[in-house]
């Protein structure tokens, strides 16, 4: 089965500063997709980013880029210019190819500080 | 367009009553996804349909669990005799079918926050 392992419960950053977010998993499978979602005190859980294991090229969106180690199995998320609004936690998660459930991580708490 | 819908948005019920919570999919998306929030657990998947396929039952917790999608559309999640430990967040999600490209990222309700007292 797979897992997503988050290893920051909590994380603060400065507004306007960088920050990353580590998440790694583990999988057998070749092909896949791996995503973070931001789910702010609404509740409401919002797609950031996605990206697909075939692809080499780490995805952006913005002020949001991941670095994809597919080899380490590794997947983290970088915050530039930090935003009170990013203030969220964030969840990596995994799905294998084909529309099948999301495995998630345990989340990291970031508060972003004026 | 709408995005998913999930009602109501919470709900309190008392120990041993049955409850009922609703999702309301992006239309046209064809697959549908229950997830439970909780404290302890994190986020778990619950149950899965795709199209008129049988649901994928295999995150249900319990038999007192059980969940319909009418349609190809509206789901409704029921839980019989609710018990404390059931306290969580229920979150729905909704994609479509068609594999590759943005088609497949799952996008989510606001969830209903379930309070068993």
């Known amino acids: 089965a797979q897992t997503v392992t988050q290893s920051q419960p909590e994380m603060s950053v400065q507004e306007a500063e960088t920050v990353t977010l580590s998440c790694t998993y583990d999988t057998s499978e070749s092909n896949y997709y791996l995503f973070w979602y931001k789910q702010p005190p609404s509740r409401q859980m919002i797609l950031v980013i996605r990206?697909?294991?075939?692809?080499?090229q780490n995805a952006t969106e913005n002020r949001f880029s991941v670095n994809f180690q597919k080899a380490a199995k590794s997947f983290s998320l970088k915050i530039s210019d930090s935003q009170l609004g990013d203030t969220a936690m964030y969840f990596c998660a995994f799905m294998n190819s084909g529309n099948t459930p999301l495995v998630f991580g345990k989340g990291t708490r970031l508060s972003v500080i004026a | 367009g709408a995005g998913v819908s999930q009602s109501p948005s919470n709900k309190v019920t008392e120990k041993g009553k049955d409850v009922e919570l609703r999702c309301d999919p992006i239309s046209g998306h064809t697959a549908l996804y229950w997830y439970r929030q909780s404290l302890g657990q994190g986020l778990e998947f619950l149950i899965y349909?795709?199209?008129?396929?049988?649901?994928?039952k295999s995150g249900l917790p319990s038999d007192r669990f059980s969940a319909e999608r009418t349609g190809g559309s509206v789901s409704t999640l029921t839980i019989q005799r609710t018990q404390q430990e059931d306290s969580a967040v229920y979150l729905c999600?909704?994609?479509?079918?068609?594999?590759?490209?943005?088609?497949?990222?799952?996008?989510f309700g606001p969830g209903t926050r379930l309070l068993v007292l």
């Open positions: 990206q697909e294991a075939y692809k080499q």
């Open positions: 999600a909704s994609s479509s079918h068609r594999t590759g490209g943005m088609e497949e990222t799952q996008y």
């Open positions: 349909f795709q199209g008129n396929s049988a649901p994928d």
